[in-house]
């Protein structure tokens, strides 16, 4: 298992671990068998409904269920790490999940382009629809998956971040769930593009002040003491010549959102 790390703009060095390649595979069978179930039972309830109709459906219609019950399947990887913030139910299971190459969360982008390069999961509806349907030309398409595929075990065995094709492309990181160096430990907020900074001048305050702002917000809500985040705040509004009236947290939180925004464009 390597180590990664990641430099921020706020002069921390965050530490991940990479996702073993025993681990990522073992929550690919956990994802296959998950996926093999639903298609067994999903074609199960069709072959019954298909009897039901004493053959009244149309060809063209029991394509089209067909399709409908197999599109789940097409799209798993993709709405599950959309929705479950880069983990599967096989990765949240083995306690892995994907992120940007900065270590925060992936774009939806990022996830599709994972997705359509996921050579290794194409090729479980390729198989099932050959085996279920009896159809041996879908199998022609398993030439050009398991190349990819190929290519994808020897990337992430030759590749120090264990990136397969689809990382590469996208700019994406599997690692283990918990690194001991998260984002969530630094002043790093995900900023609209859109924001409108309130305080510019924060930008006067050093790393060494911002990162204390963060650990006295931290504190001061989890505790739900303000009375140090009041004397912090009263502390910056007189060395930054600020004058506003809203609470010490929303101030200090609002500073942190500006240091943020501003200096990632700066």
Request: hydrophobic share 50%; aromatic share 12%; with cysteine.
């Amino acid at each position: 298992m390597g180590k990664i790390l990641i430099p921020t703009s706020f002069n921390i060095d965050l530490e991940f671990d990479t996702a073993p390649f025993h681990t990522r595979m073992f929550a690919w069978i956990i994802d296959f068998v998950l996926q093999v179930f639903y298609i067994v039972l999903a074609f199960e309830v069709y072959g019954s409904v298909i009897k039901s109709t004493d053959g009244n459906v149309s060809g063209y219609d029991q394509w089209a269920m067909q399709l409908i019950i197999l599109l789940p399947v097409f799209c798993y990887h993709f709405f599950c790490e959309w929705w479950w913030n880069g983990q599967s139910i096989g990765k949240k299971i083995t306690g892995i999940r994907v992120v940007n190459d900065n270590g925060g969360k992936a774009s939806v982008s990022q996830y599709m382009i994972r997705w359509l390069l996921r050579a290794s999961d194409l090729s479980i509806p390729i198989v099932i629809i050959a085996i279920v349907f009896g159809l041996a030309g879908f199998l022609k398409a398993m030439g050009v998956t398991s190349l990819l595929f190929i290519i994808d075990l020897v990337l992430v065995a030759a590749n120090k971040q264990s990136k397969r094709l689809g990382d590469l492309a996208a700019g994406t990181l599997v690692i283990k769930a918990h690194p001991k160096g998260d984002l969530a430990d630094t002043v790093f907020m995900e900023i609209q593009d859109d924001y409108v900074p309130a305080f510019p001048q924060v930008m006067r305050l050093s790393d060494r002040d911002v990162n204390t702002i963060k650990e006295v917000l931290d504190n001061g809500r989890k505790t739900g003491q303000e009375q140090v985040a009041v004397n912090v705040s009263a502390r910056i509004k007189q060395a930054l010549a600020i004058e506003s009236p809203i609470t010490s947290f929303d101030f200090l939180e609002t500073l942190l959102k500006d240091y943020n925004y501003l200096s990632a464009k700066g």
